[in-house]
T-cell receptor, first 108, second 115 residues
Framework: AQRVTQPEKLLSVFKGAPVELKCNYS??????LFWYVQYSRQRLQLLLR??SRESIKGFTADLNKGETSFHLKKPFAQEEDSAMYYC??????????FGKGTRLHILP | GAGVSQSPSNKVTEKGKDVELRCDPI?????LYWYRQRLGQGLEFLIY????????KSGLPSDRFSAERTGESVSTLTIQRTQQEDSAVYLC?????????????FGNGTRLTVT
């Protein structure tokens, strides 16, 4: 079965400290993985996808097939990073499922 | 339109009544999804439409839930005989289509409250 697990409901990090939001997936095949973000009073939007291997707003995420993980990382947290983050998986049939989300709170 | 549009933005209904939620995807987007977001919970997949293919209804929680889509345009999600546990934000999202990458574009959601 396809499943996305984000074990942390809330993560509080001091400004300037490193951030790691955990995501593990279950999928028999090669998934396409994404991180979506929802800032306060804004719509959910794509942050990054694993295929592009890019850094967006200082965030990166590496797909680790051995550990079936796609953790989101940023070396130095900024206050504007406070938001709700969702890890998502796109299966072969184009169905997209999301994890439960992690609320990131950056402390001043 | 400029983005995915959902209506109404808020809906309060009495337990047992039927409700209909509407989603207008971005023009040209063949793929359309409905998700449910209960308070403090993540995004729960409900249903997925792709072009003229049969929809993937595997996420619908009960037979009180149904959804339709006319061609590649408007979709409606209907909840019959609403229950209090149906209270949630219902999100619609669309993207360009199968085999092509385009990010999911989300609407602002419909907040449903069943009293």
């Amino acid at each position: 079965a396809q499943r996305v697990t984000q074990p942390e409901k809330l993560l509080s990090v001091f400004k300037g400290a490193p951030v790691e939001l955990k995501c593990n997936y279950s999928y028999s095949g090669s998934p396409e993985l994404f991180w979506y973000v929802q800032y306060s009073r804004q719509r959910l939007q794509l942050l990054l996808r694993h295929i592009s291997r890019e850094s967006i707003k200082g965030f990166t995420a590496d797909l680790n097939k051995g550990e079936t993980s796609f953790h989101l990382k940023k070396p130095f947290a900024q206050e504007e990073d406070s938001a709700m983050y969702y890890c998502a998986l796109r299966a072969r049939d184009d169905k997209i499922i999301f994890g439960k989300g992690t609320r990131l709170h950056i402390l001043p | 339109g400029a983005g995915v549009s959902q209506s109404p933005s808020n809906k309060v209904t009495e337990k047992g009544k039927d409700v209909e939620l509407r989603c207008d995807p971005i023009s040209g987007h063949t793929a359309l999804y409905w998700y449910r977001q209960r308070l403090g919970q993540g995004l729960e997949f409900l249903i997925y439409f792709q072009g003229n293919s049969a929809p993937d209804k595997s996420g619908l929680p009960s037979d009180r839930f149904s959804a339709e889509r006319t061609g590649e345009s408007v979709s409606t999600l209907t909840i019959q005989r609403t229950q209090q546990e149906d209270s949630a934000v219902y999100l619609c999202a669309s993207h360009r289509g199968q085999g092509l990458f385009s990010p999911l574009h989300f609407g602002n959601g419909t907040r449903l409250t069943v009293t």
